[in-house]
């Protein structure tokens, strides 16, 4: 067989389908097995024959009313000014589901009856069959009541009862096989040492499965020998429906997955124009399906998401389940590269009426991206991006409900900002407080774009020396606009433990050999260290990693701890946090700016709250590093 080459950028469709011929050739099953499965066990499986009813239901004509069973024709003139008296034998008694009695053909709700001694007065004629459930009215005897394909719910084996049924006849469960590999993986809840990493996409992706209503087995980490791999995977292959190998799937010197699948078995596609996962794997080994998946998260859970989610639906004999799809306006500039298709996670909120959906970090090793995402966003391979405020289409993987309750914050990261969001959800599952880190720069140009409901800022403008307002006034200037003050914080130079390098400050910057890692253009703490170094007349090329950008505190912090870096700015509770030594450089306020009509929004109530709770602010004190004396007190 000739060796297929890394990198064909084959287009998603063209590789699901180029991947389904080449199972049918290879002889992997069409579909599963079907089993039969008493109704209590039968949730989640799809049907694999038609469900016919074998009894009508309800099986006799029955009252649909407490009340009482009458005879339609007996009530004919009756009226306010003409009641007509029924005598015992002429009506009966009734409660709802009772069958109907005799020849009785109607029934008449029990507040409306009157009774004269045993006879039932009425004042107005009743039509036949009123407040009467019909023989058959649900379903009758003989009639399709679910079609073979359908994936079963609550109320479909309720209703297949009803219709007569004790069991059905399903397909059972696809079993998939969750193969790792890599030297440098480590079973989860093992000690990692330098270089090694967690076992977390294994979880995952199992995870993924059984969501997908699959049976998952994740087997034990295979180490990048391509002999034991290809042990491992064709002993898997004969006992599951689709076997996945994690990582591997790249074409780097210890990358093995696609060899070891055209060595035991076929080759279908080696890359596709998918980003993040574009490295995929996909062919089958004997009669299996195999699906090399990356070793980055978000690239292993989108190709599940791609080739797996719809394979598995397959071999069941279902659809592939489609998530629900909004409308929502992009709060930044999101860039793409041409010739892929880019699936970018968001989160969502509902600001003045409009879904705003904000792009999260994009790196296919950013597995928190996964965990905050409200939706996701494809870029088609023809497109370059989107525009700030451009409306695109969203895949939602949260209800609209969810998403409505979303306060929307965007602007300069700051711990308390993710302290408030957890404290909220505790108080109140409903709330949910998104931030997203653009810099306070970007926060107040989404405000005024209408993407947000409050931003994030602590700009400082060197010339006043003044904080937020002068920004305020040149990018907002005109609106009704409101100033809250969240806290004060102090901003210096977070360092290694015990300060070994003797950094003393601001000056220390342009010392030889020092390295430095800083925020992103736009953020306040960026605008903080420009002003810092022109007061000084220290030249930015003059600060080694000046152009080395993170865009959150404990991003700075995280490089510093790793020892890529020996310094940068950033809070005392970003350094706290890591156990890294602080040298002060400036006390700031961190403020919310917002529309002035949000302070009256009930949306933000919860959030006013919190920032008068006693209990919250001490937990904001307790981080380390910031002054809550005027948290929640309005500037503006």
């Not at 699906?291 to 998260?297: C, D, N, T």
């Not at 993407?451 to 003044?466: E, F, K, R």
């Not at 006390?587 to 009256?600: K, N, S, T």
Request: net charge negative; with cysteine.
């Amino acid at each position: 067989m000739a060796t297929t080459p890394f990198i064909h950028d084959v287009p998603a469709a063209e590789a699901l389908a180029a991947w389904r011929e080449a199972c049918a050739a290879a002889g992997c099953p069409a579909r599963v097995e079907a089993v039969r499965l008493p109704l209590s066990a039968a949730l989640g499986r799809v049907t694999a024959e038609p469900v016919w009813a074998t009894r009508s239901s309800p099986p006799f004509d029955a009252a649909a009313m407490d009340g009482i069973a009458v005879r339609a024709g007996d009530t004919l003139g009756a009226g306010e000014t003409t009641p007509i008296l029924l005598d015992p034998g002429s009506y009966e008694v009734v409660d709802t589901g009772d069958p109907l009695p005799g020849d009785m053909d109607a029934v008449v709700m029990r507040e409306h009856v009157h009774y004269e001694g045993d006879a039932a007065e009425l004042r107005a004629a009743v039509p036949p069959y009123q407040h009467v459930r019909s023989i058959g009215e649900d379903v009758s005897a003989a009639e399709l009541l679910l079609p073979e394909g359908h994936r079963l719910r609550a109320m479909d084996v309720a209703a297949a009862a009803a219709a007569g049924a004790t069991d059905l006849v399903v397909r059972r469960r696809p079993v998939v096989w969750v193969l790792p590999t890599g030297d440098e993986v480590r079973p989860i809840g093992e000690h990692t040492g330098p270089g090694e990493i967690l076992d977390t996409n294994s979880l995952m992706l199992c995870a993924q499965a059984e969501e997908a209503g699959c049976e998952a087995v994740q087997m034990p980490i295979e180490p990048d020998d391509p002999e034991r791999i290809a042990a491992a995977a064709r002993a898997a292959a004969g006992e599951c429906d689709l076997l996945i190998l994690v990582a591997g799937s790249s074409a780097g010197r210890d990358d093995y997955t696609a060899s070891v699948v055209e060595r035991l078995g076929t080759l279908a596609v080696h890359g596709v124009a998918v980003r993040p996962g574009h490295p995929v794997v996909l062919g089958a080994i004997d009669s299996t399906p195999v699906l090399g998946a990356p070793g980055y998260p978000v690239s292993a859970a989108l190709t599940f998401d791609i080739f797996a989610a719809p394979l598995l639906a397959g071999l069941e004999g279902s659809g592939a389940r489609e998530r629900p799809r909004a409308r929502a306006r992009l709060a930044r500039k999101l860039a793409s590269s041409m010739g892929m298709d880019d699936w970018v996670r968001v989160r969502l909120g509902r600001v003045g009426g409009a879904l705003v959906a904000t792009p999260l970090p994009r790196g296919a090793g950013v597995l928190t991206s996964l965990v905050r995402a409200d939706g996701l966003l494809v870029v088609p391979a023809g497109l370059e991006g989107h525009h700030p405020g451009e409306e695109v289409d969203v895949d939602l993987l949260r209800g609209i409900g969810e998403i409505g309750r979303t306060i929307v914050a965007i602007g300069s990261h700051d711990l308390v900002l993710d302290l408030a969001a957890s404290a909220l959800r505790a108080t109140d599952p409903d709330v949910t407080l998104a931030s997203s880190n653009v810099g306070s720069l970007g926060g107040l140009v989404a405000l005024r774009d209408g993407l947000c409901h409050v931003a994030g800022s602590h700009l400082l403008d060197p010339s006043s020396g003044a904080y937020t307002l002068p920004y305020v006034e040149r990018v907002l200037g005109g609106r009704d606009v409101a100033v809250v003050r969240l806290v004060h914080r102090d901003q210096g130079l977070i360092v290694a433990p015990g300060n070994p390098l003797d950094v003393g400050g601001i000056d220390d910057l342009a010392q030889p050999g020092l390295r430095y890692v800083n925020r992103q253009r736009g953020a306040g703490t960026r605008v903080l260290l420009d002003h810092e170094l022109a007061r000084r007349e220290i030249a930015a090329d003059a600060v080694s990693g000046y152009a080395r950008e993170e865009h959150t505190h404990l991003a700075v912090a995280a490089a510093v701890a790793a020892g890529r870096a020996d310094c940068g700015l950033g809070v005392l509770a970003a350094a706290r946090a890591f156990g890294l030594g602080f040298v002060p450089v400036a006390q700031e306020p961190y403020d919310l700016v917002m529309a002035a009509e949000a302070l009256e929004d009930q949306l933000l109530a919860p959030l006013w709250e919190l920032l008068a709770s006693p209990q919250f602010r001490s937990s904001v004190e307790g981080l380390g590093g910031y002054g809550t004396d005027e948290m929640g007190r309005r500037i503006l």
